[in-house]
């Protein structure tokens, strides 16, 4: 009769399922990371040394370099302008509302949007502006 002898376990380790599971995986967040677009409209906002940050923000009213306006992120006629604020400024407590100008932005229609901001009831306007050190950070 004979005996068998000890099997002899396998010690390798089969790696090609584990390496499978992590391209799937780097796939999956290179594919996501594409499609992850970041809220805002693109400004360039002019520069100041005194620039705080400024946490209450009711109503966002951002002017493009070309000229268009948005209300919260809603493209929206400057004729629209004063309706649609005093509807955000009835609704909230809070009456504060914050201007996001480009830089290269008409002065002139930066000003006409302060003037409806305050013909519409706002309690506070803000301009918003970034740090002269944080200039470099912004644009690139």
Do not use: C, W
Not at 8 to 37: H, Q, R
Not at 49 to 62: C, D, G, L, M, N
Not at 91 to 112: C, H, M, P, R, S
């Amino acid at each position: 009769m004979e005996f068998e002898g000890r099997k002899k376990i396998s010690t390798e380790l089969n790696i090609a399922p584990l390496i499978d599971v992590v391209f799937l995986l780097l796939l999956f967040f290179m594919l996501t990371a594409n499609f992850v677009i970041s809220p805002g409209i693109k400004l360039d906002l002019p520069s100041a040394s005194s620039s705080r940050p400024h946490q209450e923000e009711t109503a966002v009213v951002s002017v493009s370099r070309n000229g268009e306006i948005y209300l919260n992120e809603n493209k929206i006629p400057l004729s629209g302008l004063p309706g649609g604020l005093k509807k955000i400024l009835a609704q909230e407590g809070k009456k504060t509302v914050v201007i996001k100008a480009d830089e290269n932005v008409n002065f002139g229609l930066a000003v006409e949007v302060l003037d409806i901001a305050k013909q519409a009831s706002a309690e506070g306007v803000v301009i918003s502006t970034v740090k002269k050190e944080d200039v470099g950070k912004q644009r690139h």
